[in-house]
């Protein structure tokens, strides 16, 4: 799948404890932002310091790098409401490399 450069290529990804919060928070990104969710990872890790919620959730997005700034900035302020910040994970690469485009679209 190519990515049009028009729609942005920059890639945001966001790691979250709980399923349901990733999609509480893929909605609120849809309704507030112009970006595209491109995968979501769905990982249990194997020692379970995550008690409470046993899943870690990456949500894997693109678009320009204004909206993906401000779809992390937005995506994490509404994890807080369920998360500890220290169990959310956040990172933007404004122009990934091409070699990295199947990882970015792959779900596990």
């Given at each position: 799948?190519?990515?049009?450069?028009?729609?942005?290529?920059?890639?945001?990804m966001?790691?979250?404890?709980g399923?349901?919060?990733?999609?509480?928070?893929?909605?609120?990104?849809?309704?507030?932002?112009?970006?595209?969710?491109?995968?979501?990872?769905?990982?249990?890790?194997?020692?379970?310091?995550?008690?409470?919620?046993?899943?870690?959730?990456?949500?894997?997005?693109?678009?320009?790098?204004?909206?993906?700034?401000?779809?992390?900035?937005?995506g994490?302020?509404?994890?807080?409401?369920?998360?500890?910040?220290?169990?959310?994970?956040?990172?933007?690469?404004?122009?990934?490399?091409?070699?990295?485009?199947?990882?970015?679209?792959?779900s596990?």
């Amino acid at each position: 799948m190519s990515y049009s450069s028009r729609s942005g290529n920059a890639l945001g990804m966001l790691e979250v404890c709980g399923y349901a919060t990733a999609l509480i928070v893929i909605s609120e990104m849809y309704q507030h932002m112009d970006i595209q969710v491109v995968a979501i990872n769905i990982n249990k890790p194997a020692v379970a310091i995550l008690e409470k919620i046993p899943l870690q959730a990456q949500i894997k997005f693109r678009g320009t790098i204004d909206q993906v700034k401000a779809a992390i900035e937005l995506g994490y302020n509404i994890a807080l409401r369920y998360n500890e910040k220290e169990d959310i994970i956040q990172s933007v690469i404004a122009n990934p490399h091409p070699g990295i485009q199947k990882l970015i679209e792959s779900s596990k």
